[in-house]
């Protein structure tokens, strides 16, 4: 037979330099064989006050080595110590293992807030600033494609218009601005060309090449008209 003992007054043990208790919180699991559950349980009741002796004595030199804002290390630390025992270890008895909670004084938990709501509030802060550049970043690559595709297409162009004055204005400075330097480049694609012709190489293939990237370049920007 088995009892549950979920004890709501919690054993107090001194925190490293006595200054602070921390407060262990104690669920005792108690066993018997031969024995009816009414019986385990008032028992177990009446044993109450030894079980806890025997948890406090056990736990109060390793509360001292922990300090008073370390409950969770010594709630760990206890577990691991005492996890798997079973008080009286021998005998016709009932006996009990324990599991343990542990929290901070009361005093400490206070002074403890400040430093936590600061905290999430940084945490809070960081991951929204990661949320912000990973949408500008991609906003970013989703404009960057269509205005490479609107420059490409001279149809796609106008209706750029469609979508606004504002964003037909900024395209259009954004195309000027590009093209501007076109003329320079066309230019020295013709020279290259020339060149080679006035030399007397005739229609090598480094030469069509050259011919051939002027001429496309021109239809793309549709320039052909402009810098002849």
Request: charged share 35%.
């Amino acid at each position: 037979m088995t009892f549950r003992q979920d004890v709501q007054v919690p054993i107090l043990v001194p925190a490293k330099g006595d200054a602070f208790d921390f407060r262990l919180h104690v669920v005792y699991d108690w066993t018997a064989q031969n024995m009816i559950y009414e019986e385990l349980r008032l028992r177990a009741e009446r044993y109450l006050g030894w079980a806890a002796g025997i948890v406090r004595e056990r736990a109060v030199d390793l509360a001292r080595e922990h300090e008073p804002h370390r409950s969770h290390d010594l709630e760990r630390a206890l577990n691991s110590r005492l996890g798997g025992q079973r008080w009286p270890r021998e005998g016709a008895l009932p006996h009990f293992g324990v599991l343990i909670r542990v929290s901070p004084d009361e005093r400490v938990r206070e002074r403890l807030r400040p430093y936590w709501e600061d905290r999430i509030r940084l945490e809070c802060d960081h991951e929204l600033q990661k949320i912000r550049a990973t949408q500008a970043d991609e906003l970013t690559r989703r404009w960057c494609a269509v205005l490479q595709n609107l420059e490409d297409d001279p149809v796609t162009s106008h209706a750029a218009r469609l979508t606004g004055d504002q964003f037909a204005e900024v395209f259009r400075r954004y195309v000027e601005e590009r093209r501007e330097t076109v003329p320079d480049l066309l230019k020295l694609l013709r020279e290259a060309v020339r060149g080679h012709g006035d030399l007397g190489m005739g229609p090598s293939e480094y030469t069509e090449a050259w011919d051939a990237a002027l001429r496309t370049y021109e239809r793309q920007h549709g320039l052909s008209e402009r810098v002849n």
